[in-house]
Structures are given as structure tokens and as C-alpha cells.
Nanobody, 121 residues
Framework: QVQLVESGGGLVQAGGSLRLSCAAS????????MGWFRQAPRKEREFVAA????????YYADFGKGRFTISRDNAKNTVFLQMNSLEVDDTGVYYC??????????????WGQGTQVTVSS
């Protein structure tokens, strides 16, 4: 089993930056594809970014391209999401996810508890 704990969320002004971290426990972390999802109030949970098990391939939702960067450090069992030029519409609960297949091509196997990101104008 893989346990995921997010951190780094908080309140930030529009135009600012946040760096989210997801600490994973479990021997299978290096075999997991990792991803970030978010859910804004009254909206469906949506994909944000994903990274392959080796870190060699990344994917981003259109709204994150050029602003968000996903990375991972397998030696530290940690995945990151760097968010720059934040907008009010980026507000929501951000969830870390892991999938034992090595990629995220369907419902992830594991989810973190989420961390709140609030962007103010």
C-alpha cells in the first residue's frame, strides 16, 4: 500500500507562486506513475499534471501549460507541483495520486487527503 500526504497549500495573492509537495510511503513508490488533480467549489475533480515512474515523461492540463511544473525525487519518495502566475480560478483542493501501472491512464490506485489552495485578488 502507498500512503500519500500533501503539503504546501495555503493562501496566495494572484500572480504569486506555490510549491506543493506529496510525500509517499511504501516500497512501490518508484514503480508508480504520479499525478495531481484539483477540485474547485461546485466543479468536478479535474486533472492537473502527471509524471511517469522514472520522471521522463510529463503531461499537463491546458490551463497548467507554461505555469505549472511537476517533478519527482524517487530517492526521497516525493513528488512536487510548482505553480507560478497563480490565478483566482486556480483555487481549489489539490490531490496527489499514484498508480501502480507506472502511468495514470485511469482511476489512480491511491489518493492523498488533499491540500487547500486559495488565490486571492
Amino acid at each position: 500500500q502507498v500512503q500519500l500526504v500533501e503539503s504546501g497549500g495555503g493562501l496566495v495573492q494572484a500572480g504569486g507562486s506555490l510549491r506543493l509537495s506529496c510525500a509517499a510511503s511504501g516500497r512501490a513508490f518508484s514503480s508508480c506513475g504520479m499525478g495531481w488533480f484539483r477540485q474547485a467549489p461546485r466543479k468536478e475533480r479535474e486533472f492537473v499534471a502527471a509524471i511517469s515512474k522514472s520522471g521522463g515523461t510529463t503531461y499537463y492540463a491546458d490551463f497548467g501549460k507554461g505555469r505549472f511544473t511537476i517533478s519527482r525525487d524517487n530517492a526521497k519518495n516525493t513528488v512536487f507541483l510548482q505553480m507560478n502566475s497563480l490565478e483566482v480560478d486556480d483555487t481549489g483542493v489539490y490531490y496527489c495520486a499514484a498508480d501502480l501501472s507506472g502511468i495514470i491512464a485511469g482511476p489512480p490506485d491511491y489518493w492523498g487527503q488533499g491540500t487547500q489552495v486559495t488565490v486571492s485578488s
